[in-house]
């Protein structure tokens, strides 16, 4: 079996922003969308969009803190207006937390299907940009953009179209500008920030090989 096909999974304990909201109907269940003030260490906040077939407004109740147990999902958002690439949590597993602080912790195993994009900020701190292609089951994908820093950006920005990845990172949002019919619009672009990288089996028999 693929070790990477499949793997893709979420732990998030957050705020709930506002109530469940109408988002789409599958396979005969309707799901909704629920905003999740997740915050980081250094203060800021991620917000995260969690899809849930649960509406229970007791659970969702604006400002009372829930763990999220799923994955991240993308889908191609095709009306023209907002991110051409919309990322979600699909919820698994959600619970009433008593625990109130945030975490956000994400593992993925996939495929590099963009060559990697290796840049540095103005200071010189090197970053690279990733597009990862996650296997789901019956043969679609989730493609999620990822962001390497430091010696993770050098390593990454060393790979190719078709190399597989396995890493630990956290989902995290970050507001910018565009420039749209000459006005400023800010939109939202959602990111895994990685932060570990893991062999895969293959790769750690490979390298004991060439040490023998």
């Known amino acids: ?12 304990r ?44 007791a659970l969702w109740t604006p400002g009372g803190w829930v763990s999220v147990e799923g994955e991240v999902r993308s889908y191609n958002n095709r009306t023209g207006t907002g991110s051409k690439l919309v990322i979600t949590v699909l919820s698994r597993n959600a619970r009433p937390s008593e625990l109130e602080e945030g975490e956000n912790r994400l593992a993925l195993a996939g495929a590099l299907c963009r060559r990697p994009t290796l840049r540095r900020t103005p200071l010189g701190r090197e970053i690279c940009d990733l597009l990862l292609a996650v296997n789901r089951p019956y043969g679609r994908a989730d493609y999620l ?22 890493l630990e990172g956290r989902l995290q949002s970050r507001r910018y500008h565009k420039l749209i019919d000459g006005e400023q619009v800010e939109r939202t672009a959602f990111e895994v920030s990685i932060m570990n990288l893991l062999d895969s089996a293959e790769q750690a028999a490979a390298r004991e090989l060439g040490t023998q």
């Open 14 to 57: 957050g705020q709930a922003a506002q109530g469940p909201a109408p988002s789409h109907r599958n396979h005969g269940v309707d799901y909704y969308l629920v905003p999740l003030r997740v915050p980081r260490l250094s203060g800021v906040d991620d917000v995260l969009n969690v899809v849930t077939a649960d509406p229970d407004p």
């Open 1 to 12: 079996m693929d070790e990477y096909r499949g793997e893709n999974k979420i732990v998030l």
């Open 145 to 166: 953009p990822c962001i390497a820093w430091g010696s993770l950006a050098a390593h990454c920005g060393a790979l190719d179209v078709g190399d597989k990845l396995r």
